[in-house]
């Protein structure tokens, strides 16, 4: 964590607790108030907050500013319904995330109590995940992978082995093809964000490292001392990891942007065995039938 | 003091922060740009506290740094300028008696919003203050149905209330 840079983040929320706590200025206060009475008049302070950040453009941003979670960005059913029931919860306790910290630091009791309410419904979220996602899959447009997923099968032979290197954090070289290869792709934005999977991916490797499977971790613009080390240390990781930001490596993969977390198992001819988003139990016992069998292969 | 009707200083501040924030910090403290959540950030580690210390809540992992810079610094802030301008509520904490409905009140909306901002990938900050100007197309889907729960809510509290 960079210290100077965290600080500087703090004196910022506290500049930002003072402006909001004076002017008042909420967001949903905002939407509430042109909703009910058809005001506009504090939209005005939203429609610059919109303005100002949609500065991002001039820096070439190119949309989407979605960061994955369990439904990948992709949209369906659960967006609308997620909406329309935080804004319920909005009307309920008559503030945005925002204003009950707000109106928390201001010492406010209620908030205490919306709080609490926040505690139990992020439990009841976290317990209720599987069957949400098994509920919401057919109505998305893309379905959540992992639920059922799909085996995408790709091949790969047609790409000359020499163009799929890589170089590693500790200066080695990977090459895809010259030994049965686990590799795990970190997704974009969370790459702490499913601690089971890489634990079973970890097993995996650890199991079959000494029978001739070569682990590797890809990272895509992470920062090598903030986030990829942490990981490293965090798993207690043996892999090979090696950074990608501009998809070079992974293009080849077939990865994207818009891919969250990645396992793909290659064979030591270079092909493409397995590749699929997420990583259930059910995936755990597939991908080590599948090493065993490729690595019995003489 | 309040600088009354000023919401156009709240939104330029806000804005401004989201876009610093995106462009210069969160580059250096997530590894990547990132706007400003809230509601994800706060689910997230009270998810990773259950998890921890209970071992049940298999949602995510991992506290994200937003949560110890930015949101303390904004619970600090507010309560700063509560404290210089003599509105803070603890000092009539006992005065203020809260009836079983509001608590009440309070803890579903609280439980709403939570369960909607996991749901829907995000809160109200996110999805209209990053995500539309973003051109995010789940950003705009979730905040149509933001509306429509804000709109059928009081709607509905107004028949009520007659």
Redesign the interface.
């Known amino acids: ?2 210290l100077k ?2 600080l ?18 909420c ?2 206060g ?3 108030e042109w ?2 009475v058809h005001s506009a ?2 939209l ?13 453009h001039f ?1 070439g ?1 190119q ?5 994955g ?3 990948k ?3 369906g059913l ?16 008559t503030a ?3 204003t ?12 205490l ?15 209720l ?1 599987t069957p ?1 996602v098994n509920f919401f899959s057919p109505f998305t447009l893309q379905p959540p992978a992992g639920i059922g997923s799909e085996i995408v099968t790709v091949s790969a032979k047609s790409v000359p082995l020499s163009t799929f290197s890589i170089p590693t954090i500790d200066n080695k070289t990977f090459t895809l093809g010259k030994t049965v290869s686990l590799i795990y792709v970190a997704p ?3 790459p ?5 999977a890489i634990e079973m991916i970890n097993r995996l490797s650890k199991q079959f490292s000494k029978k001739g499977l070569v682990t590797l971790g890809i990272f ?4 090598l001392n ?2 990829i080390k942490p990981f490293i240390k965090k798993y207690n990781l043996s892999w090979l990891i090696a950074r990608d930001p501009e998809f070079v490596f992974l293009k080849k993969l077939g990865i994207n942007k818009e891919n969250f977390f990645v396992v793909i198992l290659v064979d030591k001819q270079g092909k493409v065995v397995l590749k699929q988003e997420d990583f259930s139990k059910a995936d755990f016992v597939k991908y080590k039938q599948e090493i065993e069998k490729l690595l019995s292969v003489k | ?23 210069i ?1 969160s580059p ?8 400003i ?4 950030p ?3 580690t ?2 990773w506290i ?2 921890t210390f209970l071992g ?7 506290i994200p ?2 949560l ?15 404290l210089i ?1 003599k ?5 009539s ?1 006992k005065k ?1 008696k ?1 009836g079983k409905p ?2 009440l ?35 705009l ?14 709607k509905i ?2 028949k009520i209330q007659r």
């Open positions: 964590m960079n840079f965290s500087l983040t703090f004196l910022l929320g506290i500049i930002l607790g003072i402006v909001l706590h004076y002017t008042g200025f967001v949903y905002s939407l509430a909703i009910s008049r504090r005005v302070g939203v429609a610059a907050a919109m303005l100002i950040f949609a500065g991002v820096w941003f949309g989407n500013i979605s960061c979670n369990i439904w960005g992709y949209l659960h967006s609308f319904l997620g909406g329309f029931l935080q804004g319920v919860g909005y009307v309920l306790i945005c995330p925002l009950l910290l707000v109106r928390l630091g201001q010492g406010n009791k209620l908030y109590f919306a709080f609490g309410g926040f505690i139990l419904g992020t439990a009841f979220f976290g317990h995940r949400l974009e934005c969370c702490f964000c499913h601690p089971e895509r613009k992470h920062s903030e986030m | 003091m309040r600088i009354r009707s000023s919401f156009l200083l709240g939104g330029v501040v806000l804005g401004a922060t989201n876009l610093f924030f995106y462009l910090l250096i403290l997530f590894g990547r740009p990132t706007a959540a809230l509601g994800g706060l689910a997230t009270l998810a259950e998890n049940r809540n298999k949602l995510f992992s991992g740094p937003i110890w810079t930015l949101l303390p610094g904004i619970l600090l802030g507010s309560f700063i300028a509560a301008s509105e803070l509520s603890w000092a904490f203020k809260l509001q608590l009140r309070g803890i579903l909306g609280g439980i709403l919003v939570a369960f909607g901002v996991l749901l829907g990938n995000g809160c109200l900050i996110k999805h209209l203050l990053s995500g539309i100007p973003g051109l995010s197309a789940e950003s889907i979730v905040f149509l149905g933001i509306v429509a729960g804000i709109w059928t809510t009081l509290q107004e």
